[in-house]
């Protein structure tokens, strides 16, 4: 009986330091303002069965959101305050009066890129000349970089726009062809450019200045204030997460292939996929993201605010 009482003793001291060990564990709601994108998700799920989170003191639940603008919409609620979102969506949040910061840059992402049909005759920029080019909608940010990439190649009034809504209508606008070109990320079609059916003609990445931002962690105002150590801890935890993804390709091919990829589309994306390790934030990067919105009239001048006030680098010295 004495026995069974100490057997009895030690489980429940056992059981209390495991509730103690989980207490002591910071919760922490994590956001991607996409959940479909390699970039947005992979630091997320490494992050979790590698136990990054765990390691840098955080028990997190990844929260996938349909779109930058839902995503600050939670943020703006107090429903969520940190995760990853790409750089023109943070900084017109922040325009709109949204209390939000840049915490960290990835250094990942994909730019915007002209795709056409696999057997097409258009090769290069200059021959796109008199064609048409399929955009998600007028106004956003297909349209601004697609008409920067146009304005570069110096075919700016030359082209024509339509409009198509969603990725299955703009492919099936260009295998129809209803558009002889379409703008979008290399990560979205990437099982197509891996069999030969699409293929990238022009990228934003030609014609951007070398220092750009693309990718990254922007986390509430209010969050900074109340709970910087678990913004700390979140960074500390991506950044394990990046790291790992650079030095393990394959594990990072196969999650992509979980997540509907082909094996060929997976490695398509490897190929341009590499983290920052330190998250450093490049001021003149988001400086000229910044004169960017500006430039295309996606944010007014007056609006949006400087570029000192759109990052904290407390996070990543």
């Known amino acids: 009986m004495a026995r069974r009482y100490i057997f009895l003793g030690l489980l429940a001291a056992m059981l209390s330091l495991a509730g103690l060990n989980t207490m002591a ?13 390699p970039p947005y998700y992979l630091p997320v799920i490494a992050a979790e069965e590698k136990g990054f989170w765990k390691q840098a003191g955080l028990e997190a639940e990844w929260v996938p959101f349909r779109g930058s603008s839902v995503m600050y919409r939670a943020v703006a609620a107090g429903s969520i305050g940190i995760g990853f979102t790409d750089t023109s969506a943070a900084i017109q949040a922040a325009s709109r009066g949204i209390p939000v910061l840049i915490v960290a840059d990835t250094g990942a992402g994909s730019p915007f890129s002209l795709f ?37 190649a110096g075919l700016e009034g030359k082209i024509k726009y339509v409009a198509l809504g969603g990725m299955r209508a703009r492919i099936a606008a260009l295998k129809t062809g209803s558009a002889d070109t379409i703008v979008t990320t290399a990560d979205s079609v990437a099982n197509l450019v891996a069999t030969g059916e699409l293929r990238e003609v022009v990228s934003a990445a030609d014609y951007l200045p070398r ?35 650079n030095g393990h390709r394959t594990w990072a091919i196969d999650k992509m292939q979980a997540k509907g990829l082909s094996r060929d589309g997976a490695r398509e994306v490897a190929k341009r996929l590499r983290y920052s390790e330190d998250g450093k934030i490049n001021r003149k990067a988001l400086e000229n993201v910044r004169k960017f919105l500006i430039d295309y009239k996606i944010v007014k001048r007056g609006k949006i605010p400087e570029t000192a006030d759109l990052y904290t680098d407390r996070f990543t010295r």
């Not at 105002?221 to 801890?233: A, G, L, Q």
Request: charged letters at 20%; a positive charge; aromatic letters at 10%.
């Open 116 to 152: 056409v049909k696999g057997n097409s005759p258009i090769k290069r920029a200059k021959d796109l000349r008199g064609k048409t080019i399929g955009l998600g909608r007028f106004g956003g940010g297909h349209h601004a970089y697609t008409r920067y990439m146009i304005k570069q």
């Open 25 to 37: 564990l910071g919760q922490l709601k994590f956001g991607t303002s996409v959940g479909w994108s």
């Open 211 to 245: 220092e750009w931002s693309y990718l990254i962690i922007s986390a509430s105002r209010e969050m900074i204030k109340n709970s910087p150590d678990k913004i700390s801890k979140a960074v500390k935890a991506i950044l394990l997460a990046s790291a790992f993804i």
